[in-house]
């Protein structure tokens, strides 16, 4: 909120729920940030999570531009979830995608549990 004299302004951002141009996400945006990441995805808006594929593809593929990188991306991503409707799993791409991540995650707990144990000395 802004003070001007006595006069209190409420300055609101105007949010806008946008889908993911890969993975079919949406999120709650807003529009500033909206138009930034489509400037930078050439036009497509893409997730946090898909941006960070991107920049990820970007490295393993030797510095290759975003618009590379993003095709890239999609194409996995649309593979993948072309797999999962073959073998007769409907789940949406949110889902899948949180499943993933859950896996993920128990993965990290794991190896960084067993590392740490394994570097204790007693």
């Known amino acids: 909120m802004a003070s001007v004299g006595e006069l209190e ?12 141009g890969c993975c ?15 400037q930078r995805y050439g036009g497509v808006w893409v997730c946090g999570l898909c941006e960070e594929a991107i920049k990820d593809e970007q490295i393993r593929l030797g510095g290759v531009g975003v618009e590379v990188a993003l095709r890239v991306h999609t194409l996995f991503r649309e593979t993948t979830y072309n797999n999962i409707i073959t073998n007769n799993n409907s789940d949406e791409p949110t889902l899948h995608i949180t499943r993933s991540l859950v896996q993920l995650i ?13 570097s ?3």
């Open 24 to 38: 079919g996400i949406m999120e709650d945006c807003t529009m500033d940030y909206i138009c930034w990441v489509q």
């Open 106 to 118: 128990k993965k990290i707990i794991s190896s960084s549990s067993s590392s740490s144990s394994s």
């Open 9 to 20: 302004i409420e300055i609101e951002e105007e949010v806008k729920r946008v889908e993911c």
């Open 120 to 122: 204790c000395v007693t």
